[in-house]
């Protein structure tokens, strides 16, 4: 009893698509293996199986379920996006130099650069042979567009991550690249798949929009307050890696000269020192930045919730209205 009170709706989500997703971790299980390269199947279960809460398919199967959908497909869509998700983050820690991942060492640091830029290759290349299953062209036309987004995302952040000038409008498309457009495929096809309305796939897309913009702006503020066990990397290594988050980007339009004089230093030079970390903290604090990126968070959380009203009631439209509550309850 006391089990169920104190589940989150992502355990919710879980239990209550039970059967489907033993269906998209046997196929996952299945696509990743090589008979050629043997070290494929190695990176990509130290990834797969380090205990991630597989949201991104959930919400492919949830909007499937919810809009009627009783056919087969919803599977391999949800095992195309952990797919695409999977190769995205062995290419990003690749790029930021991590060396954790939930709570685990990186694959790159386990293993090498190379290895894990070729297994996401492969993964990438596995969930466009998985999509071309559902035989549907719309489907494939949702997910690829996604996978262009995603990367267009990463490289804008290359470029915008340590320039001051990076407003919170760049931010907004960096974050809606890089995570976002995944939550709102994740969604979108599902609803795709079940022939749904289109008021209806509109409204799941919004969702998953919202979402995955309220679900990255507070990991960037738990990466200044988080513990690691929360975050499954090290606190302040937005920071470090002199990422221009949203908190500091609300600090940096306030910053008085002094202030910007720091920024310069931190993030565009990435001259750091003891205390540095500390101090970028203080600074946010003082211009209320932390607490003005937590209401942008809750604000794109009700704007998920809102976007649900549009979709059939079920059961599984409430625990969706939980996760949005959910995802920022971790910054309240």
Known sequence: MDAKVNQTPTDSLMDALAPEMQAVNVLIRERMSSRHAPRIPEVTAHLVEAGGKRLRPLLTLAAAKLCGYDGPYHVHLAATVEFIHTATLLHDDVVDESQQRRG???????????????????L????????????????????????????????????????LATDEAIYLQVIRGKTAALFS?????GA??????????????????ALGIAFQ????????GGT???????????????????????????????????????????????GDLEQALEIMRRH????????????????????????????????????????????A
């Open 185 to 189: 495929a994740a969604t979108e096809v």
């Open 228 to 274: 690691t066990a929360t975050i499954g990397k090290n606190t302040g290594d937005d920071f470090r890696e002199r990422k221009l988050t949203l908190p500091v980007i609300k600090a940096v339009a306030q910053a008085d000269a002094t202030e910007r004089a720091f920024w310069q230093r931190t993030i565009e030079k990435g001259d750091q020192a003891e």
């Open 124 to 163: 990438l290349a596995r969930a466009f042979q998985l999509m071309t299953d559902t035989g549907v062209m719309r489907v494939l036309e949702i997910l690829s567009n996604a996978s262009a987004t995603i990367s267009e995302g990463e490289v804008l952040q290359l470029t915008a991550a340590q320039d």
């Open 288 to 331: 209320g930045a932390m607490e003005a990126a937590r209401k942008d968070a809750f604000d794109w959380a009700e704007k998920a919730r809102l976007a649900l009203q549009s979709v059939p009631d079920h059961p599984l439209r409430q625990t969706l209205d939980d996760l949005a509550g959910f995802v920022v309850s971790r910054i």
């Open 217 to 224: 702006i507070a990991d960037d503020l738990l990466d200044y």
């Open 104 to 122: 685990r060492p990186t694959a790159n640091l386990l293993w090498d650069n190379k290895s894990s830029v070729l297994v996401g290759d492969y």
């Open 192 to 209: 795709v798949i079940a022939a749904a309305p289109e008021p209806q796939v509109r409204a799941l897309f919004d969702y998953g929009d």
